[in-house]
C-alpha cells in the first residue's frame, strides 16, 4: 500500500471518528437556509434571513415572555382514554409517545408570573403535542388559566397553535368549545383582560371557540389561521382563493385581527395593552 493510500485512510478515519453535535444546525421551514443553532435561538426561533417565525414549546414561551420566575398553574388530571379509542394505534400509545416527545402532559400549559411588572396568566398550546389538539386536557387547563387569572385579579393570555379538535376524544374534546367559553365569560364577569395570540396554525374547532373571543386578537407574522383547510374550501365553493387566504396579514386586512406583531415585540406589546386594559378596568359587580 502506498503512502498516499494509508495517508488517505488514517485521515478518513479520523474524520469519521470526530463527534459532530446533533443539533448544531438548524433549517428554516421557510427558506431552507441552514442556521446556527445558537443563533436561531437568540433570534428567539425567528429566522435572521427570511423572518420565518419557527413553532415553539410553552416553555420557550414562558422564557420569552416572563420578566423572571414562573409558576406553573396546577390542572386537574382528567381520564386518558375515556372512549378507549384505537385507530392505528391505541390512543394511549399516541399520548405515551407526544409525552415522551415533548416533556409535557398535555397539549396545553399554563403559567403564572410578572409581564410587565405585573402579574399575568399565560396559557400556551404545543404543536408538538399531537397537532396541539383540543381535548379533555386542554379545556381543563383552559379553564386552570381562566379562574388563576380571576383569583390572582391578573389578565389572562392565551397563545394558540392548533390542528383542532382531537378525534379521539369525539364528542367530549367538542364539548371543550363551550366549556371554554364559560372560563372567558368568568374573566368578562370579574372584568378582567382576555388576550388571545394566534400563531401558526390555529385552525379547526379552538379558531371556532376561544380563539376568537379575546378582547385583543394578535397574531405572529404569517400564521396560518382558519377553520377548514384551504382545498376544502376551494372545492366547497368551486373558487381559486386570493394569495395569502388565511394568512395573519390577509386577516387584519380584513377586520378578523387587531394587529400582527413580531415575535421580538411580543412581550412589549402585551405589557403595554394589558397594561391600559387593567388600568381602564371597572370594579366587578357585586
Given at each position: ?28 421551514r ?5 442556521i446556527?443553532?445558537k ?36 390542572v ?8 378507549k ?12 409517545a407526544?409525552k ?19 402579574t ?13 389538539s383540543?381535548?379533555?386536557?386542554v ?32 364528542i367530549l374534546?367538542?364539548?371543550q368549545?363551550?366549556?371554554t ?7 368578562q ?18 379558531t ?15 400564521a396560518?389561521i ?17 394569495e395569502g ?6 386577516l387584519l ?13 411580543i ?5 403595554r ?13 357585586a
Open positions: 500500500m502506498s503512502w498516499l493510500n494509508r495517508t488517505r485512510q488514517q485521515l478518513t478515519g479520523f474524520l469519521s471518528r470526530r463527534e459532530t453535535p446533533d443539533n448544531l444546525w438548524t433549517k428554516c421557510g427558506c431552507g437556509a441552514m446556527y443553532t443563533e436561531f435561538a437568540e433570534n428567539l426561533s425567528v429566522c435572521p434571513r427570511c423572518d420565518h417565525h419557527e413553532r415553539i414549546g410553552p416553555r420557550d414561551r414562558f422564557v420569552q415572555l416572563f420578566d423572571g420566575d414562573w409558576t406553573a398553574v396546577q386537574p388530571r382528567v381520564p386518558e382514554d375515556p372512549l379509542f384505537r385507530d392505528q394505534k391505541r390512543y394511549v400509545d399516541r399520548l405515551r407526544a415522551a416527545a415533548t416533556g409535557d402532559g398535555e397539549a396545553m400549559l399554563v403559567a403564572c408570573g410578572n409581564l410587565g411588572g405585573r399575568a396568566v399565560v396559557a400556551v398550546q404545543n404543536f408538538a403535542f399531537m397537532g396541539g383540543m381535548g379533555l386536557g379545556g381543563e387547563a383552559f379553564l386552570a388559566g381562566a379562574r388563576a387569572a380571576v383569583a390572582a385579579s391578573a389578565p389572562f393570555i392565551v397563545f394558540t397553535a392548533a390542528g383542532g379538535a382531537r378525534m379521539q376524544e369525539g374534546s367538542l364539548m368549545m363551550p366549556r367559553t364559560v372560563g372567558i365569560q368568568e374573566l364577569e370579574a372584568g378582567l383582560p382576555y388576550v388571545v395570540v394566534m400563531t401558526d396554525p390555529t385552525t379547526g374547532g379552538v371556532a371557540s376561544y380563539a376568537m373571543l379575546g378582547d385583543l386578537q394578535i397574531a405572529e407574522p404569517n396560518l382558519g377553520f377548514a383547510g384551504q382545498r376544502v374550501i376551494e372545492q366547497t365553493i368551486r373558487e381559486k382563493l386570493p387566504f388565511q394568512r395573519a396579514e390577509y386586512e380584513h377586520g378578523m385581527l387587531d394587529m400582527v406583531v413580531h415575535r421580538r415585540e412581550k412589549d406589546t402585551l405589557a395593552l394589558t397594561g391600559l386594559l387593567m388600568a381602564r378596568r371597572l370594579p366587578a359587580p
